[in-house]
């Protein structure tokens, strides 16, 4: 198994941001290849962190996930709303990708 995550902190209305992490998580569940995808608030780092975090099979799926995602105008759109409202600290993000032992 294959974890994608991505930590981010908000920076703007909380409603909206938590409202776009919602609105978010299930556009990317409908992704081929995807078989989880949820947002958690941290409870430990950054104050009003979220973190975004998918799984799939393997390797190979992950790549066809990224293709996907690099060609889906509806996820690009979503990302510059949030961005031309400054919902989040774009200066925070951090990508993580994981395995299971």
């Not at 981010?8 to 941001?17: E, H, Q």
Request: aromatic share 8%; with cysteine; net charge neutral.
């Amino acid at each position: 198994m294959i974890g994608i995550g991505r930590s981010i902190r908000i920076s703007g209305d909380p409603m909206a941001a938590m409202s776009f992490a919602k609105d978010m998580v299930e556009h990317i569940k409908k992704w081929p290849g995807v078989s989880r995808a949820v947002c958690w608030e941290s409870m430990g780092g950054a104050t009003g962190t979220l973190v975004f975090f998918s799984e799939c099979a393997d390797l190979a799926t992950f790549d066809k996930i990224n293709a996907h995602m690099m060609e889906d105008k509806v996820y690009w759109t979503k990302i510059a709303h949030a961005r031309d409202k400054g919902l989040f600290d774009l200066s925070s993000s951090q990508d993580m990708i994981m395995r299971t032992l």
